[in-house]
């Protein structure tokens, strides 16, 4: 079990929240209409919570149309893991098959949405081939949008939208405003820790979980060995307060450990 100290959690949920990036408010499927898009891009992921809830979006009409972007990567086995082991998806084909194929058919068919209403990009294999390989898509079949939503994997979403940003500088007027559509918060409970306000079982693993805290902040670092301009070059910039810089270095100990049967 995993048991973490009040401070421990706390730097921990710091640096979720830094790195889940919402720009809504923590909206509700419905309430995204508010913020008037026509457009969101789901990045493939294994966090199933994350697509249910924008197909939810699209199904109630708070946004008109969703391009689904992923190929076969290196995290794909996850999300074909994730599917098989969910009560209902688990008649979904997985083998072999792109991460927005298999995200298709579950909105298809668990959230009646229509073919028509879904654009597909299945050649990416990493977040940055995600935002190229999207505009590409979205070039080709002649979309427009000034206002375009984001929602990857909540630990992930803060560098999809900095790779957005890289790939769409030429495009100022272009608004991604970054949806997660959850801030994945711990809470201690039983003896163990729990993913506050979230029962889906579709989450990470402990082990998981602290990969993504630990690989995304050097990551994000505009320093020669990130993936900033002054680096690596693969994203726009990242400004990263102090406050998350002095979290991360705290709880790196905790995260780089063997942590034996530590698990959520």
């Known amino acids: 079990m995993v048991m973490l100290t009040d401070s421990q959690r706390a730097d921990i949920n710091q640096l979720a929240a830094f790195l889940a990036l919402d720009q809504t408010g923590n909206a509700t499927p419905n309430q995204m209409a508010r913020t008037e898009p026509q457009l969101l891009i789901l990045l493939g992921n294994a966090i199933l919570p994350a697509a249910e809830r924008a197909f939810t979006a699209l199904a109630q009409g708070a946004v008109e149309k969703i391009l ?101 500088e030429d495009r100022p007027q272009v608004q991604f405003i970054n949806w997660p559509t959850f801030v994945p918060q711990l809470a201690q409970g039983d003896g163990r820790v729990v993913y506050q306000g979230e029962t889906d079982a579709s989450l990470w693993s402990w082990p998981r979980f602290a990969s993504l805290l630990l690989g995304e902040i050097p990551r994000l670092r505009n320093t020669p060995q990130g993936y900033g301009p002054l680096g690596k070059g693969f994203i726009a910039a990242v400004e990263i307060p102090p406050q998350v810089e002095e979290a991360y270095a705290r709880i790196l100990p905790l995260l780089s450990a063997d942590h034996g049967d530590r698990s959520f």
């Not at 290196?74 to 979904?92: E, F, G, M, N, R």
């Not at 427009?144 to 984001?150: G, K, S």
């Open 68 to 168: 689904i972007a992923g190929g076969i990567g290196h995290s794909t086995d996850l999300l074909y893991q994730a599917v098989k082991d969910h009560p209902k998806y688990h008649v979904i084909a997985t083998a072999g098959r792109s991460e927005a194929t298999v995200l298709h058919d579950i909105a298809v068919q668990f959230f009646a949405i229509s073919p028509e209403q879904l654009l597909l990009e299945t050649e990416s294999t990493n977040c940055g081939d995600n935002a190229t390989q999207a505009r590409r898509v979205l070039e080709q079949d002649g979309a427009q949008a000034a206002r375009i939503v984001l929602t990857q994997d909540p630990l992930m979403q803060r560098r999809s939208d900095a790779s957005f940003r890289k790939v769409w």
